[in-house]
């Protein structure tokens, strides 16, 4: 596995973990909704008032969007969404079990499901990428009885992108092209088409979302990759394109 010390900070990681707290602001009702009442009643308050009605009527929309956004139906049918678009694991050998992190409450499903698909021999090797995930991963891996020589990791990426850039990095010139690809639902489709466009061939096998997290996680969770899902998309992130720079040193 990579050494800590060596990874790198990337200005492209820095300026996507900037958008995540812009977008932790945004679902903030105590921010976002006192922006849109202002949205509302400043037309008919401050002159010229020529677009008054159309300015007024925007306002009203984008609450009534934003309270269905955050709305346990709006956040059931966004995960749904999310969900549709991901294709069923066909049961197909794979060169690596690839397990994304994703946080402490994460970890425990991801490493049952991965020990899981090398138990039932899916592939020989699980690899583990994530920042403050990917060493824990591999030691929990070992606590279930997977050997040190089928585990192996990058603990450099801070993003989606930055998972997918590293990991091939390194297991592509081992000849490494079809991946068994785990992650929680929500964050599946972002992931898969982030891989696919790095060469990959790519198998979902999502992992359960943990009992644990509150509606209000579970709704920054699903909101987060809708946005994510389009904005990646936005940056051509999930056209075909070069690994790059590994982001690590040698």
């Known amino acids: 596995m990579v050494d800590l010390s060596a990874c790198q900070i990337t200005a492209a990681g820095d300026l996507t973990r900037s958008l995540w707290r812009l977008l932790n602001l945004l679902l903030q009702p105590t921010f976002i909704l ?54 069923r694991d066909g049961g197909q050998p794979a060169d690596a079990i690839v397990v994304l992190g994703r946080g402490g409450d994460f970890r425990p499903s991801r490493v049952q499901v991965a020990a899981e698909l090398w138990q039932q021999q899916r592939a020989p090797l699980v690899f583990a990428s994530g920042r403050s995930d990917a060493k824990e991963i591999g030691q929990m891996l070992e606590a279930t009885g997977l050997p040190a020589e089928a585990i192996d990791g990058e603990p450099c990426s801070a993003t989606t992108n930055e998972n997918a850039l590293f990991t091939a990095a390194l297991l592509q010139p081992r ?76």
């Not at 509606?215 to 070069?242: C, D, H, P, S, T």
């Open 34 to 87: 006192p922006v849109l009442a202002v949205m509302i009643a400043a037309p008919w308050i401050v002159r010229p008032r020529r677009w008054k009605r159309r300015i007024s009527l925007a306002g009203v929309l984008l609450v009534l969007l934003y309270s269905l956004g955050l709305s346990p139906l709006g956040i059931q049918m966004g995960g749904k969404g999310l969900a549709l678009l991901i294709p």
């Open 175 to 250: 000849g490494i092209r079809r991946l068994i690809l785990v992650t929680d639902p929500p964050h599946m489709a972002r992931s898969l088409l982030t891989f696919r466009s790095l060469g990959f061939e790519v198998i979902p096998h999502p992992s359960p979302v943990p009992k644990s997290l509150d509606n209000r996680k579970r709704q920054f969770l699903v909101l987060r990759e809708w946005a994510g899902l389009i904005g990646y998309g936005m940056m051509g992130r999930y056209l075909a394109r070069e690994t790059g720079e590994p982001g690590f040193g040698a």
